[in-house]
T-cell receptor
Framework: DAGVIQSPRHEVTEMGQEVTLRCKPISGHDYLFWYRQTMMRGLELLIYFNNNVPIDDSGMPEDRFSAKMPNASFSTLKIQPSEPRDSAVYFC?????????????FGPGTRLTVT | GEDVEQSLFLSVREGDSSVINCTYTDSSSTYLYWYKQEPGAGLQLLTYIFSNMDMKQDQRLTVLLNKKDKHLSLRIADTQTGDSAIYFCAEWGDTGRRALTFGSGTRLQVQP
């Protein structure tokens, strides 16, 4: 398997623009997670899905952020409108539902810069 | 709520042992994990320990858990330059919320 795939790897946009980040989880995994990593706040969980259904979005910063998972092999994280403080590395991760160890497999991340 | 704390930086010489420490607050933690992040990459699971264990060894890695003090450590024997990375401690509590709480990460620098 190719692992978790994220696109784009780098995104530079101007303040006020819409940004869409994409993720393809590992085939067969039924959990999908979106994280944000910054120097100031470390690694934060934004939202996670189980079988394409959003379970916990309490980490989503505000209404400008939205996430969808239309099918088991694709998810998007959208920021509209973007602001400079949204600049971060955004990671997608997926895992398999099983009793015991919850090994999350991370994608390479999307580095977002909002100017 | 849950909180996981780590020191920010550790520097060792190649061939020495590295010990990275972590403390957590959630007494219901079921599993505790160590993830490694290399520059420009995502996190990769290194090892984990179940909360009813005291120690786990996996090749050069040794995980020690002191549940009473809520202290977790990762020891890397014979540290190599390729071990230079950021190491994250994470915990998963038995709260029904399937989410890991990560520490801030410890940057390990290995001097040749």
């Amino acid at each position: 398997d190719a692992g978790v795939i994220q696109s784009p790897r780098h995104e530079v946009t101007e303040m006020g623009q819409e940004v869409t980040l994409r993720c393809k989880p590992i085939s067969g995994h039924d959990y999908l997670f979106w994280y944000r990593q910054t120097m100031m706040r470390g690694l934060e969980l934004l939202i996670y899905f189980n079988n394409n259904v959003p379970i916990d979005d309490s980490g989503m910063p505000e209404d400008r952020f939205s996430a969808k998972m239309p099918n088991a092999s694709f998810s998007t994280l959208k920021i509209q409108p973007s602001e400079p403080r949204d600049s971060a590395v955004y990671f997608c991760a997926s895992s398999l539902d099983r009793t015991g160890v919850d090994e999350q497999y991370f994608g390479p991340g999307t580095r977002l810069t909002v100017t | 709520g849950e909180d996981v704390e780590q020191s920010l930086f550790l520097s060792v010489r190649e061939g020495d042992s590295s010990v990275i420490n972590c403390t957590y607050t959630d007494s219901s933690s079921t599993y505790l994990y160590w993830y490694k992040q290399e520059p420009g990459a995502g996190l990769q699971l290194l090892t984990y320990i179940f909360s009813n264990m005291d120690m786990k060894q996996d090749q050069r890695l040794t995980v020690l858990l002191n549940k009473k003090d809520k202290h977790l450590s990762l020891r890397i024997a014979d540290t190599q330059t390729g071990d230079s990375a950021i190491y994250f401690c994470a915990e998963w509590g038995d709260t029904g919320r399937r989410a890991l709480t990560f520490g801030s990460g410890t940057r390990l620098q290995v001097q040749p």
